[in-house]
Every structure is written in structure tokens, then in C-alpha cells.
């Protein structure tokens, strides 16, 4: 079956490290997208990507890069973590064209910055 | 800007119940609106998805509405069971790209054994 697998499911890091989150889609699908989940606030879009080289920022991107250089994966890059950055990310895709169309997650990364 | 909102944000019942979440929405111009499930620790799971010159979609026990007209969606859970709490999250899609979905911060929603 496909899925879309996002590593790792936890970690924890200390402020101004690197971290990457890797997400993975089986689905083909060409919509793929990065959001954070905080209690008061929902989910909040990072980046997206249409396809293959495209990224674009969405809602809460400072801090943050993605890059797209097949169709499966879109890895979240946090530059230099701080702590407004703990938070659950979740990545998705989709293959809508004229619209976002049906979304399915991953079961989401805990990242805590301490 | 679109605005989403989910009320009420937690709700429990009895098991066997029939129950009903609401959804609304302020702009009316939209292409499709969808219900997720998320459970504790999970990611979220399609439920329906709803285009917008449809007015219900069913699925087993759920079935969802959409009054676009009206602004709103509700997704009517039959036979409650213990298994069937989790929060439950809609979202709106107005276009224009992945800018254009909008969530809202769902209802959690526990069906008492």
C-alpha cells in the first residue's frame, strides 16, 4: 500500500543545531507539504512544493527550508533550532491540480529544542 | 480571509448516540472542503472530501454535508462507539494554491463506554 513515512518520529535537540526532518511519500503524488501542529494555533503551513525543484513558503516559513529533487521526499531543513521551533510537524501530499485535493499525512515528528 | 471554526471544541456522549460536528466557514467560494481524523500521537487520516458542487459524501457511518451558501459543513457520526473518539478537524480549500487551506482547530470528541 502507499504511504508517506516521516522520520524521525522524535528527537530532541539543543538551540542553534541543525536538524532535518525527512518525509517520504510512495503515493507518486506530485503535492507535497510541511506543517506544525501547536495547541492554540492548529495546524500552520511551512512550505510546499508542486513538483520536482519547486518549493514555496507558506504561513510560517522563517527558519525554515525544504528542497525537492525527486518525487518522493521533501526534507525540512531547521537551520538553527530555537525553541519557538518544539513542535509536532506533520508532512502531506496530495495530487491536486486546480486545487490542494485530498490530503494524506504522516504520523507526524515530535521535535523538541531545548 | 478565510476563517474556519469548529464548535464546540470538545463534546462527550454516551455510546450508541447519534452525533453531529459542525463546521463553518466565512467565504462562501471555495472547491472543496474536507473532514480528518486525528487520534492522540497520530497524524491525521482523511475521513471525506467533499467538492464543492456536492452536498454530502458518505462512508460507512459518517456522512458530511456541505451548505456552501450558508457556510457551513457538519459530519454526522451514526451508532457512536468507544472507537470512535478521536478530534476530528476540518478544512477548507479556496484555492489559489496550498495558501488556500484553510483548518479549523477541530472538535475532541470522547463516546463514553
Known amino acids: 500500500d502507499a ?9 530532541i535537540t539543543e538551540t542553534g543545531r541543525q536538524v532535518t526532518l525527512a518525509c517520504h511519500q510512495t503515493w507518486n503524488h506530485n503535492n507535497m507539504f510541511w506543517y506544525r501542529q501547536d495547541l492554540g494555533h492548529g495546524l500552520r503551513l511551512i512550505h510546499y512544493s508542486y513538483g520536482v525543484q519547486d518549493t514555496n513558503k507558506g504561513e510560517v516559513s522563517d527558519g525554515y527550508s525544504v528542497s525537492r529533487s525527486n518525487t518522493e521526499d521533501l526534507p525540512l531543513t531547521l537551520e538553527s533550532a530555537a525553541s519557538s521551533q518544539t513542535s509536532v510537524y506533520f508532512c502531506a501530499s496530495s495530487e491536486g491540480v486546480a486545487n490542494t485535493g485530498e490530503l494524506f499525512f504522516g504520523e507526524g515528528s515530535r521535535l523538541t529544542v531545548l | 480571509k478565510q476563517e474556519v471554526t469548529q464548535i464546540p471544541a470538545a463534546l462527550s456522549v454516551p455510546e450508541g448516540e ?17 473532514w ?35 457556510g457551513r459543513s457538519t ?18 480549500d479556496s484555492g489559489g494554491g496550498a495558501d488556500g487551506l484553510t483548518f479549523g482547530k477541530g472538535t475532541h470528541l470522547i463516546i463514553q463506554p
Do not use: M, W
Not at chain 2, 457520526?77 to 468507544?82: D, F, G, N, R
Open chain 2, 18 to 34: 447519534n452525533l453531529v460536528l459542525n463546521c463553518s466557514f466565512t467565504d462562501s467560494a471555495i472547491y472543496n472542503l474536507q
Open chain 1, 3 to 11: 504511504e508517506i513515512t516521516q522520520s524521525p518520529r522524535h528527537k
Open chain 2, 36 to 70: 480528518f481524523r486525528q487520534d492522540p500521537g497520530k497524524g491525521l487520516t482523511s475521513l471525506l472530501l467533499i467538492q464543492s458542487s456536492q452536498r454530502e459524501q458518505t462512508s460507512g457511518r459518517l456522512n458530511a454535508s456541505l451548505d456552501k451558501s450558508s
Open chain 2, 75 to 92: 459530519l454526522y457520526i451514526a451508532a457512536s462507539q468507544p472507537g470512535d473518539s478521536a478530534t476530528y478537524l476540518c478544512a477548507v
